[in-house]
């Protein structure tokens, strides 16, 4: 222990906590687990505001945008803000507008609706995610599989109609398409997708397009320090 740490204890209690302008929170298994609220977060959240804290929501789910998650926290009593909510898709899109990411490309999506949402409020051209979900490969054709060669940028995150076709898409657009970025929401292994189980999380969805393209992502999620730096200037 250093000299200018204390441990924590009934003395010292009210001065850390009176130094502490901001708090932030993880969501998945910290204010809930799947669609149930966790014992005593709605009061600790209402304490927190109640002392003039400022919240943060911040999560490595991509499924939702930030305005779908404000409805997930409605539907379980707990008025938040989009703007105090920070989820990986919102992180991805603001990666590619700190980056200048050229409008005229495109980005392809292997993950949900949210990550579509929030690059398209960012200003950019996004397709993919859900509404590939049906689609398949035949290889009886020809054998080429055409992709959009504009595609100047691929975003992987949670993704549970995964397929063939969306791997195949994702990775020729990594490999032939000069200067595409290979974007990663997160690489948790597994989600708290439902209250009594773990469920694989974009980790697996990511692994499986860094063996087929051999090249590793840009992490924007927790633990980058994109995320966290973006968090703190903006705040």
């Not at 938040?80 to 999506?109: C, G, H, R, W």
């Not at 989600?191 to 992490?219: L, Y």
Request: hydrophobic share 40%; glycine share 10%; aromatic share 10%.
């Amino acid at each position: 222990m250093s000299s200018s740490s204390q441990r924590l204890s009934v003395n010292n209690l009210k001065d850390l906590f009176d130094s502490v302008e901001a708090f932030l929170f993880d969501c998945d298994g910290v204010i809930w687990k799947g669609d149930q609220l966790i014992d005593g977060a709605s009061q600790t959240l209402h304490m927190l505001r109640s002392k003039g804290k400022k919240l943060v929501f911040v999560t490595n789910n991509s499924w939702k945008s930030r305005s779908q998650f404000a409805e997930k926290f409605k539907s379980l009593g707990i008025s938040v803000s989009p703007d105090e909510i920070f989820s990986s898709s919102f992180a991805a899109a603001m990666y590619l507008k700190l980056n200048n990411f050229p409008t005229q490309k495109k980005v392809y999506v292997i993950g949900g609706d949210g990550i579509l949402d929030e690059l398209q409020l960012a200003g950019f051209t996004a397709f993919g995610g859900p509404g590939d979900a049906d689609k398949t490969i035949d290889w009886k054709q020809s054998g080429i599989f055409e992709h959009d060669k504009s595609v100047g940028a691929v975003v992987v995150g949670i993704d549970p109609k995964i397929n063939y076709y969306k791997l195949q898409y994702g990775t020729l657009c990594i490999r032939e398409n000069p200067g595409c970025l290979f974007i990663a929401t997160n690489r948790d292994a597994v989600g708290h997708m439902t209250p009594s189980q773990e469920w694989p999380g974009a980790g697996c969805m990511v692994a499986a397009v860094c063996g087929s393209t051999q090249k590793e992502p840009v992490v924007v999620g927790k633990p980058s320090t994109f995320m966290m730096d973006f968090l703190l200037e903006k705040t």
